[in-house]
């Protein structure tokens, strides 16, 4: 019961924390280049999700499965470049850092 009440009292935070940030941001004006850098994160997604993720992996192993089923649950628009490296100093080569670098300690 204890826990229940801590997963409800997350759950019941989440539509008064969410939807300000997603007013504020959703007439954020973004530019052809950050349209351009979303497609590549998204084709990681798609390579990450057809070549690596064991779920998905068994699940197309499984007779009879529906394999657009799976397909339809991808990114409508993807872009793959090979090896890839974003210009240093940009904001999608920071992201890149902090999320392949070594871990930060985020509470300190």
């Keep these: 019961e204890q826990l229940f009440a801590f997963v409800k009292d997350c759950a019941d935070q989440f539509e008064p924390s969410y939807f ?3 007013e ?3 007439k954020t004006p973004y530019t052809q280049a950050q ?4 497609a590549l ?3 990681r997604y798609v ?3 057809l070549v690596y993720d064991r ?15 799976v397909l339809m649950s991808l990114p409508l628009t993807v872009r793959y ?3 890839h490296v974003p210009p240093s100093g940009s904001p999608e080569r920071l992201l890149l850092d902090t999320l392949t670098g ?7």
């Design 20 to 22: 300000p940030i997603l």
């Design 24 to 26: 504020k941001r959703s």
């Design 35 to 38: 349209v351009d850098w979303q």
């Design 41 to 43: 994160r998204h084709g």
């Design 47 to 49: 390579e990450f999700n």
């Design 55 to 69: 779920g998905t992996k068994f699940g197309f192993s499984v007779p009879g499965v529906n394999i657009e089923a």
């Design 81 to 83: 470049m090979y090896k």
């Design 102 to 108: 070594p871990p930060k300690d985020w509470t300190s």
